[in-house]
């Protein structure tokens, strides 16, 4: 059975693949599942039928027979295990793999979220300019603890994974702030990561919706 995802009928980032279903279209692209999309309204996605799948009134969803998940932590674990290609085969490798997509939701997104709400959306706050060196101060300590584990090499633990797949889509986050040019081999770990061909063709898709253009 083939999945559906949900994404953004319009995304605010004008399809620059920010938004978190690219994460989720190039987990399939790298495992070669295909998939469909419904695209969602930000009306729709606060109406009782999104809310069944998803609590919070957000994009990504997955839907596959009566299986329907949120998050995108989960929804790349769910495909990374079902599929060859996301996850080592050696069982210490493959948790240390799982560890880095927890690692990249849950210990270097939340400061770059706080970054990018406190431009975007508390920027008129007369205490915004006051805060705003704090907050991006905690960025960069932790992409210097980031790029220290990373050092010369390619990938965080060995072959490419799933953990690689949510960390870069977790730092491509910063490219407009500039701040990930700081960190030479960030940068490259990301170039790194968008020069996979699943990485374009989850790109060419996710720009689709917002250029009107199939791809292909
Ligand atoms: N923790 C959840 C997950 O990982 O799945 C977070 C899901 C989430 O934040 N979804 C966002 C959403 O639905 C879209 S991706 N927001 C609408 C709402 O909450 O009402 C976040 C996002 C949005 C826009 C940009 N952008 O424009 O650059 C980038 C990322």
Do not use: C
């Amino acid at each position: 059975m083939t999945p559906t995802i949900t994404a953004f009928e319009a995304s605010p980032d004008r399809g620059q693949g920010l938004a978190r279903d690219t994460r989720v279209r190039w987990a399939f692209e790298e495992v070669g599942q295909p998939y469909d999309v419904r695209l969602v309204s930000f009306k729709a996605m606060k109406e009782p039928a999104h809310l069944a799948l998803h609590p919070f009134g957000q994009i990504p969803t997955y839907e596959e027979g009566d299986l329907a998940l949120f998050e995108t932590g989960s929804i790349l674990f769910h495909i990374a295990e079902r599929h060859a290609g996301l996850l080592p085969e050696d069982a210490n490798a493959r948790a240390r793999a799982i560890t880095w997509m927890f690692a990249a939701v849950s210990t270097v997104e939340p400061p770059i979220l706080e970054l990018a709400n406190a431009r975007l959306l508390e920027g008129d706050r007369p205490w915004a300019k006051k805060r705003l060196p704090v907050v991006v101060d905690r960025v960069r300590d932790r992409l210097k603890q980031l790029s220290t584990r990373l050092g010369e090499a390619d990938w965080l633990d060995g072959a490419f994974s799933a953990g690689d797949l949510m960390m870069a889509h977790v730092l491509q986050r910063l490219k407009p702030s500039g701040i990930l040019n700081e960190f030479p081999n960030l940068s490259a770990y990301v170039a790194r990561a968008e020069a996979r061909p699943a990485y374009k063709r989850a790109f060419d898709a996710q720009l689709a919706v917002f250029t009107g253009k199939p791809t292909g």
